[in-house]
């Protein structure tokens, strides 16, 4: 099985910079998926990491770190749209595990 | 181009009936998935197919639960009987072979199981 480890809440303020922070455990590793979900809708994939490192994408960055079974999302110049909650999931033979989420508020 | 498509949105039954979900996936997509969403929580695998295989299935509650995907497109998921921990989204997922884990998730099923 894996264990995904990602805070329950986070608040920030629209243009601010918020790091969300995921730690796994995995019996077997072949990626590292971030997913946003809109209250009320189904995820959408954001990024992903298969090496360690920085991957950046726009506002969005993600990062990887293998050895430490730890990955980070973050968000840059927040947006009130990026309301959401952030679903880190580990995969397993490309089979993903998704983790609770953390749910960001971002306010004016 | 088409998204996934689920159906039907919103059920509501009473505990030990029956229901079904339909999910019809991106065109070309070989891959599909099924994933049961608790509020609170991120989403479970229950199953997973490619074309008309299932690839995994070890999370599925296989003494209430059944899905089949039979000419390797749309699949169907099944609850018989139904509990009321069985009340949540499901979500149905598709992915090209060549991008495993890059899933386009459907709207959902919300089931209230009463």
């Known amino acids: 099985g894996q264990n995904i480890d990602q805070p329950t809440e986070m608040t920030a303020t629209e243009g601010a910079i918020v790091q969300i922070n995921c730690t796994y455990q995995t019996s077997g590793f072949n990626g590292l998926f971030w997913y946003q979900q809109h209250a009320g809708e189904a995820p959408t994939f954001l990024s992903y990491?298969?090496?360690?490192g920085l991957e950046e994408k726009g506002r969005f960055s993600s990062f990887l770190s293998r050895s430490k079974g730890y990955s980070y999302l973050l968000l840059k110049e927040l947006q009130m749209k990026d309301s959401a909650s952030y679903l880190c999931a580990p995969s397993n033979d490309y089979k993903l595990s998704f983790g609770a989420g953390t749910t960001v508020t971002v306010r004016a | 181009e088409a998204g996934v498509a689920q159906s039907p949105r919103y059920k509501i039954i009473e505990k030990r009936q029956s229901v079904a979900f339909w999910c019809n996936p991106i065109s070309g997509h070989a891959t599909l998935y099924w994933y049961q969403q608790i509020l609170g929580q991120g989403p479970k695998l229950l199953i997973q197919f490619q074309n008309n295989g299932v690839v995994d299935d070890s999370q599925l509650p296989k003494d209430r639960f059944s899905a089949e995907r039979l000419k390797g497109v749309d699949s169907t998921l099944k609850i018989q009987p139904a509990k009321l921990e069985d009340s949540a989204v499901y979500l149905c997922a598709s992915s090209l072979v060549r991008a495993p884990g890059e899933l386009f998730f459907g709207e959902g099923s919300r089931l209230t199981v009463l």
């Open positions: 990491n298969v090496l360690d």
